[in-house]
């Protein structure tokens, strides 16, 4: 069955704008996480979505925001971009909502900041 | 609060040598340990996991034992392969909540 499928797997954006990343979780999977992967501070929780409703909430300014439908399909959206905003994007999946037993991840986006 | 700490790298060995990548955790309660490993240009997968103290998670020769007395969970192989060269990430989660709680990582290169 297919993975956790990113979108786009690049992206350059200028200070100051917006962008907004997409997520489809394995089919069936109603759980999406996201994290930032950065070389200074590492894998950084995010959020999590899970039936459409924010579980769970990082340590992120509020210029990162997220939503998910009502397929299970998420996006991720940061406003007002800043350069240390470049980063891994990832996205991660859960069929049970609980994570016990890990999550899948997808090869993310690549969001760079000029 | 939660933290994971990973023995500091990068780790360079020969081929068929043995590895260890250390790993530590604080957490109260007893959360889900896990092992990630990442590819080049690639995101996370999921490699083994422990839910509860004893548990050995194993997969692809690599094995990782749940140590609650000393919060452990050390990631072992017998014998590496040069396909083995990636980043490593253990984690962990909490009984409550969904977020995973990583270490900084550690980078193994197994030379032929």
């Known amino acids: 069955k297919a993975g956790v499928t990113q979108t786009p797997r690049y992206l350059i954006k200028t200070r100051g704008q917006q962008v907004t990343l997409s997520c489809s979780p394995i089919?069936?999977?109603?759980?999406v996480s996201w994290y930032q992967q950065t070389p200074g501070q590492g894998l950084q929780f995010l959020f999590e979505?899970?039936?459409?409703?924010?579980?769970n909430k990082g340590n992120f300014p509020g210029r990162f925001s997220g939503r998910q439908f009502s397929n299970s399909r998420s996006e991720m959206n940061v406003s007002t971009l800043e350069l240390g905003d470049s980063a891994l994007y990832l996205c991660?999946?859960?069929?049970?909502?609980?994570?016990?037993?890990?999550?899948?991840f997808g090869s993310g986006t690549r969001l760079t900041v000029v | 609060g939660d933290s994971v700490t990973q023995m500091e790298g990068p780790v360079t060995l020969s081929e068929e040598a043995f590895l260890t990548i250390n790993c530590t955790y604080t957490?109260?309660?007893?959360?889900?340990l896990f092992w990630y490993v990442q590819y080049p240009g690639e995101g996370l997968q999921l490699l083994l996991k422990?839910?509860?103290?004893?548990d050995k998670g194993s997969n692809k020769g690599f094995e990782a034992t749940y140590r609650k007395e000393t919060t452990s969970f050390h990631l072992e192989k017998g014998s590496v392969q040069v396909s083995d060269s990636a980043v490593y990430f253990c984690?962990?989660?909490?009984?409550?909540?969904?977020?995973?709680?990583f270490g900084e990582g550690t980078q193994l290169t197994v030379n032929p």
């Open positions: 089919s069936g999977h109603r759980s």
């Open positions: 984690a962990l989660k909490k009984t409550s909540g969904s977020r995973l709680t």
């Open positions: 422990a839910t509860k103290a004893d």
């Open positions: 957490a109260t309660g007893y959360p889900s």
């Open positions: 991660a999946s859960s069929l049970e909502g609980t994570g016990r037993n890990g999550y899948t």
């Open positions: 979505y899970f039936s459409e409703t924010q579980r």
